[in-house]
């Protein structure tokens, strides 16, 4: 997988070592506290899954944000679709282009792994992130429908 290093910002793959970490971020995102232990024995699946790629940025050691990529053979495509399932970047770190180099890594890893395309889903409500994903070269082209299955 490319890595990307500048004077400021490193982005690299996580490892298990940085399970509290990323849980902490994935807190942050959804704005809720995740049962631990699941949490962790599916960081552990993942990582051990070579269809996904995780990656955090880092400057002085400080973590400024984190991606995950999904790989995934699509029929309807006939090809290899990556799909960003999670992005975050710490607040202190938004509006210094994390999330361009967060991104641009994801785009650069799905092109080497053969991937024709990359897609991503944001909540409904997040219009900045909207905004960041257009002006990212990212294009509104579908809609997705979630149904929950624990109250059925």
């Not at 890595?3 to 959804?30: F, G, N, W």
């Amino acid at each position: 997988m490319p890595e990307t290093t500048s004077p400021h910002i490193i982005l690299r793959p996580t490892t298990a070592q940085d399970e509290d970490t990323v849980y902490h971020l994935m807190c942050e995102l959804e704005q809720c506290e995740f049962d631990r232990l699941a949490f962790a024995k599916g960081y552990a699946l993942n990582l051990a899954n070579p269809n996904m790629h995780y990656a955090l940025a880092t400057q002085n050691n400080e973590v400024l944000g984190f991606i995950s990529l999904h790989l995934q053979y699509h029929l309807h495509h006939v090809n290899w679709i990556a799909e960003i399932q999670e992005l975050i970047i710490t607040p202190q770190a938004r509006g210094a282009g994390v999330g361009k180099r967060l991104l641009r890594w994801a785009e650069d890893t799905a092109r080497e792994l053969g991937a024709e395309q990359t897609e991503l889903s944001t909540r409904a409500t997040r219009y900045d992130a909207h905004r960041f994903y257009q002006r990212e070269g990212y294009l509104h082209t579908h809609f997705r429908f979630v149904k929950p299955l624990s109250d059925q």
